[in-house]
């Protein structure tokens, strides 16, 4: 438990979350594939395949190369998607879709780091059209995700500007902590994915939650801390008062993430090809 209030004399500190696995249980972005189906954005055929990819992140995760592959593919696919409209359905389903979701010790981590005087960050590989009104639904006080071009006519031209992955998420971890006076060494990350060690080695006070077995493995080395959360609950099941926190989430970099709704056509693929194998 995080009693303990930071002492104010001392820098700044915060704790780092990934998004998928570690807050909430599923993917954010695969979550909304039946409201992009809805909202025209994804075909049928995608909605089916994302239920499979579904199982499959749940079940294990992805490569560095599956995500590459992800990458790509989801910038080709949102190319000529109107982000406002993006956004409006990302709005309108968020609660029914995010909220039973949310794993109750993430939450109750999330509340002892505030109530210890420190920053909540959601860095995320997904985008600021999910993770944006996620981390606001969570009361964070800022969120790193992928960054695509949007044109002068309000939607996504297929150029990525910056993804955040791997050791970006390390890199913009530590620029965080350069504008905002954190000490890293007294900071926090937590992470399911083998992907986010750099973001986790950027800390003094790594943990891994749900590990993927190659994560597991290093946690094990390293002797890290490993947390297990397994209880979705609703936000309002916590606070019977509940409406969305008056915190806002300040966004370090805005995002695909709608896009990645349909990655189950890459996850199905990726993973039928090693099963052939």
Not at 34 to 60: D, M
Request: overall charge neutral; aromatic content about 8%.
């Amino acid at each position: 438990m995080l009693r303990n209030v930071e002492n104010h004399l001392l820098p700044r500190t915060a704790a780092f979350f990934d998004l998928d696995k570690t807050v909430i249980a599923k993917s954010s972005t695969l979550t909304f594939s039946k409201s992009f189906y809805q909202g025209g954005l994804i075909n049928r055929r995608a909605v089916l395949r994302t239920a499979y990819s579904q199982f499959v992140f749940l079940a294990g995760g992805a490569d560095h190369d599956q995500m590459e592959r992800m990458r790509k593919y989801l910038s080709a696919l949102c190319r000529g998607w109107n982000v406002q409209q993006v956004k409006e359905i990302v709005a309108e389903t968020l609660h029914d879709l995010i909220d039973p979701i949310i794993y109750d010790e993430a939450a109750t981590l999330i509340e002892e780091h505030h109530a210890a005087g420190r920053d909540v960050v959601i860095v995320s590989t997904s985008g600021a059209e999910v993770v944006e009104p996620i981390g606001e639904l969570l009361g964070a006080d800022r969120v790193v995700a992928t960054r695509m071009v949007v044109g002068d006519d309000g939607c996504f031209t297929g150029e990525v500007e910056y993804y955040a992955y791997g050791p970006t998420k390390a890199e913009a971890v530590r620029e965080l902590a350069a504008s905002e006076g954190y000490d890293l060494a007294r900071c926090y990350a937590y992470s399911d994915s083998v992907t986010d060690i750099p973001m986790l080695e950027a800390v003094g006070r790594p943990h891994a939650v749900n590990p993927d077995r190659a994560l597991r493995r290093e946690a094990l080395t390293r002797e890290w801390p490993i947390l297990d959360f397994h209880r979705p609950v609703r936000l309002k099941q916590r606070f019977p008062a509940f409406s969305v926190p008056p915190r806002p989430a300040l966004v370090a970099a805005a995002a695909i993430g709608a896009a990645a709704a349909t990655a189950g056509l890459v996850w199905y693929a990726s993973r039928r090809r090693s099963t052939v194998a």
